[in-house]
């Protein structure tokens, strides 16, 4: 049986909006809206969808680098969103995130082995000595070179210094990695490079990851479930062959028809959608998708459909397989 590292359940992150004189709450921008998935201890489960459809915010509300407003995170048997602050800084070195702009998560004023060296002094892992031999040999395992301990952010290129902001999340020996974007900002090039380190790391190191990003060919590379996002709420999760070949949510139907094939020749059938996604601020009522969805029923506009198994360990949120 797979052991579950990491489970979400009924995740929401609101943010107030304020008006008035007095600054008083007027709404709501429900970016997270009522998530729930599981991680098994060893895989990667990809996280995808359009910019602002709440990917970012789940993974920082799962290590409650923002405060989630409701919900449960449980890592290892136990509620991250119930943990005194104390209980939260010894869990966090099990959890660690990378972060999408390599050179703003890096502090410019300190050497590359001073930040690497930092989370071990916060959570109190060896002597001066021991640290600065694995931040030596944290840089090696990661492509670089023991020198570059001395050099700034500011003098490596941009794989190279996400390969840094690699190692920092390395440091502390843990279990999970919320990996946000991490090559989004990269050369094509440098993002396979990039992609490659993370899969020989997870075997190296037996990592859990939860890889958020927009890219659905990266998705597919290197996740082994993936689920899809829509304005703050997961439509659909499989296994990541089985959504890729047989994507049964309309919006995922979409995204999957916008990818470009390797055969020039082969003709695919391109789903436009209409509208504009709506704003988090002012969800649509029922099925948040049904005012761009051409197969979009009366019960989508009032009924909100539930995430359910339509076939073997692959769920969706559609009422046309309710």
Same mark, same amino acid.
């Given at each position: 049986?797979?052991?579950?590292? =990491?489970?979400?359940?009924?995740?929401?992150?609101?943010?107030?909006?304020?008006? %008035?004189?007095?600054?008083? $709450?007027?709404?709501?921008?429900?970016?997270?809206?009522? @998530?729930?998935?599981?991680?098994?201890?060893?895989?990667?489960?990809?996280?995808?969808?359009?910019? %602002?459809?709440?990917?970012?915010?789940?993974?920082?509300?799962?290590?409650?680098?923002?405060?989630?407003?409701?919900?449960?995170?449980?890592?290892?048997?136990?509620?991250?969103?119930?943990? +005194?602050? $104390?209980?939260?800084?010894?869990?966090?070195?099990?959890?660690?995130?990378?972060? !999408?702009?390599?050179? #703003?998560?890096?502090?410019? &004023?300190?050497?590359?082995?001073?930040?690497?060296?930092?989370?071990? /002094?916060?959570?109190?892992? %060896?002597?001066?000595?021991?640290?600065?031999? &694995?931040?030596?040999?944290?840089? $090696?395992?990661? %492509?670089?070179?023991?020198?570059?301990?001395?050099?700034?952010?500011?003098?490596?290129?941009?794989? !190279?210094?996400?390969?840094?902001? /690699? #190692?920092?999340?390395?440091?502390?020996?843990?279990?999970?990695?919320? #990996?946000?974007?991490? @090559?989004?900002?990269?050369?094509?090039?440098?993002?396979?490079?990039? =992609?490659?380190?993370?899969?020989?790391?997870?075997?190296?190191?037996?990592?859990?990851?939860?890889?958020?990003?927009?890219? =659905?060919?990266?998705?597919?590379?290197?996740?082994?479930?993936?689920?899809?996002?829509?304005?703050?709420?997961?439509? $659909?999760?499989?296994?990541?062959?089985?959504?890729?070949?047989?994507?049964?949510?309309?919006?995922?139907?979409?995204?999957?028809?916008?990818?470009?094939? /390797?055969?020039?020749?082969?003709?695919?059938?391109?789903?436009?959608?209409?509208?504009?996604?709506?704003?988090?601020?002012?969800?649509? #009522?029922?099925?948040?998708?049904? +005012?761009?969805?051409?197969?979009?029923?009366?019960?989508?506009?009032?009924?909100?459909?539930? =995430?359910?198994?339509?076939?073997?360990?692959?769920? @969706?949120?559609?009422?046309?397989?309710?």
């Amino acid at each position: 049986m797979d052991q579950q590292l =990491l489970t979400v359940n009924n995740l929401k992150k609101y943010f107030p909006i304020r008006g %008035g004189i007095l600054g008083r $709450e007027v709404g709501q921008v429900k970016a997270v809206d009522d @998530v729930s998935f599981a991680v098994k201890k060893g895989e990667t489960l990809g996280l995808v969808g359009e910019s %602002g459809c709440g990917k970012s915010t789940t993974g920082r509300s799962i290590l409650r680098l923002i405060e989630p407003t409701a919900g449960q995170v449980m890592f290892q048997g136990k509620d991250v969103t119930q943990m +005194t602050d $104390e209980e939260l800084r010894r869990t966090r070195r099990n959890m660690q995130m990378v972060f !999408q702009d390599p050179f #703003a998560s890096l502090n410019p &004023r300190h050497s590359v082995g001073r930040i690497l060296e930092e989370p071990m /002094i916060v959570h109190k892992i %060896g002597n001066s000595k021991e640290r600065k031999e &694995r931040v030596m040999h944290l840089l $090696e395992v990661v %492509g670089l070179d023991a020198s570059h301990a001395r050099r700034y952010p500011h003098q490596f290129s941009g794989g !190279q210094r996400q390969r840094i902001g /690699i #190692a920092r999340a390395l440091a502390v020996h843990p279990q999970l990695i919320i #990996a946000d974007e991490p @090559v989004s900002a990269l050369d094509v090039s440098v993002q396979s490079q990039v =992609l490659n380190l993370m899969q020989d790391l997870q075997r190296e190191f037996d990592l859990t990851y939860v890889f958020i990003a927009h890219d =659905l060919c990266v998705v597919k590379h290197i996740s082994d479930r993936v689920g899809v996002m829509y304005l703050g709420r997961l439509v $659909e999760l499989a296994e990541k062959d089985e959504l890729y070949n047989n994507p049964k949510h309309p919006y995922t139907q979409a995204l999957l028809s916008a990818v470009p094939g /390797i055969d020039p020749d082969q003709v695919r059938e391109r789903i436009i959608l209409q509208g504009d996604v709506p704003s988090p601020a002012n969800a649509p #009522a029922g099925c948040a998708f049904h +005012t761009r969805c051409a197969q979009s029923m009366d019960i989508c506009k009032s009924v909100r459909p539930v =995430l359910q198994d339509s076939s073997t360990e692959h769920y @969706v949120a559609c009422h046309l397989y309710n």
